[in-house]
């Protein structure tokens, strides 16, 4: 059973813009912060943005600050990314993550490819 699926990720030019989505079921969406991932060939994923459970409160990667967006739907467990003015190195598989803090139980997605190119 798919927990969390990521959609949105494709070849998009440096400076364009592209959402990412995740879709979760399985578990208590509500009760879970949520994160975006990424992972660059070769290099160790990396945490790019969180949103608290309530999506009251978001965090950011300093790459990410300014330029994404992460929020949350809670009546449609749904997590996005926004990303605007992408460049070059943003390219990268972004991985969906579920985390439950007070046990630390955690899932993940399959991750969607992101190419920043032109």
């Known amino acids: 059973q798919d927990q969390l699926v990521e959609s949105g990720g494709g070849l998009v030019q440096p400076g364009g813009s592209l959402r990412l989505s995740c879709a979760a079921s399985?578990?208590?969406?509500?009760?879970?912060?949520m994160s975006w991932y990424r992972q660059a060939p070769g290099k160790e994923r990396e945490l790019v943005a969180t949103v608290t459970e309530t999506g009251s409160s978001s965090n950011y990667a300093d790459s990410a600050k300014g330029r994404f967006t992460i929020s949350r739907d809670n009546a449609k467990n749904m997590v996005f990314l926004q990303m605007n003015s992408v460049r070059p190195e943003d390219t990268a598989v972004y991985y969906c993550n579920a985390f439950l803090p007070f046990n630390g139980l955690e899932y993940w997605g399959q991750g969607t490819q992101v190419t920043v190119s032109s």
């Open positions: 399985g578990f208590t969406f509500r009760r879970y912060a």
